[in-house]
């Protein structure tokens, strides 16, 4: 499956930005979605996940409250809604596909076999 990630930018601190994401394929539906980022100099962070076949979410917990995930399947495509931006925030975000996950694992990199290429995003203080 191939995904495409878009809707990053430069912002200012407090704004809000909308991530998108779509997927290739006719079984969209089945999939996972996830969403990480990773800063200059870290790791990959979990920022959060929706599953397919329930749309049970996830988030990581430095954005529970301020990031929303939404998915629209007639679409193929998944929606990372970001609010009360902060600077700590600037980074690639990248997102992911995968099937069947159990919750225990959908907040980790390894558990997703598809990858978009990132999408860019600076929050300036």
């Known amino acids: 499956v191939q995904l495409q990630a878009s809707g990053g930018g430069l912002v200012q601190a407090g704004g809000s930005l909308r991530l998108s994401c779509t997927v290739s394929?006719?079984?969209?539906?089945?999939?996972?979605m996830g969403w990480f980022r990773q800063a200059p100099g870290k790791e990959r962070e979990f920022v959060g996940a929706?599953?397919?076949?329930?749309?049970?979410?996830l988030y990581g917990e430095s954005v529970k409250g301020r990031f929303t995930i939404v998915r629209d399947n007639v679409k193929n495509t998944v929606y990372l809604q970001m609010n009360s931006l902060k600077p700590e925030d600037t980074a690639v975000y990248y997102c992911a596909a995968s099937q069947r996950l159990i919750m225990s694992s959908m907040a980790s990199p390894l558990s997703y076999r598809d990858w978009g290429q990132g999408t860019l995003v600076t929050v300036s203080s």
């Open positions: 394929g006719r079984t969209f539906g089945r999939y996972d």
């Open positions: 929706i599953r397919g076949r329930d749309r049970l979410t």
